[in-house]
């Protein structure tokens, strides 16, 4: 793979996970949400406590989606690295699970969780998409 295309990925792919990443430094609440809303939930607080910790691990092994890994694997120093670097960069950050939403085609499960974060005093949403494998949500990408 040529140094330009690894670059061109590597940014692709961590530019969004540095937002979803990014906007968990502080505890999430879920207990506004029940049922499975409430383990899409449960997910962006893993995540949040995977984050807090520094556990490029887990965040790559339990938190992010198998295509996510697959995608950051291809940059240097594998998905482990690139979390690490995007770990890096959290400030102290606010982050608030404001909506989820859980869509089932056929046999494939996915959800939205729409998130409120404030950074630097900006407040901005995004929105996480989560896709359900090896039987828990794992967030797949960030718009």
Excluded: Y
């Amino acid at each position: 793979m040529s140094a330009l295309l690894t670059r061109t990925l590597l940014l692709l792919c961590c530019a969004p996970l540095a937002l979803a990443l990014g906007a968990c430094a502080k505890s999430v609440s879920t207990s506004a949400f029940k049922g499975e809303q409430h383990e899409v939930a449960q997910t962006v607080a893993d995540l949040q406590s995977d984050v807090t910790a520094s556990d490029q691990k887990k965040i790559c092994s339990r938190d992010l989606s198998s295509a996510l890994v697959k995608r950051l694997s291809a940059s240097p120093g594998g998905c482990r690295r690139a979390v690490k670097g995007q770990l890096a960069e959290i400030d102290n950050l606010d982050l608030t699970v404001e909506s989820v939403s859980v869509h089932t085609a056929g046999a494939v499960r996915t959800a939205t969780a729409v998130v409120r974060s404030t950074f630097a005093g900006n407040k901005r949403r995004s929105t996480l998409s989560l896709t359900f494998e090896s039987g828990r949500w794992k967030l797949s990408g960030v718009s």
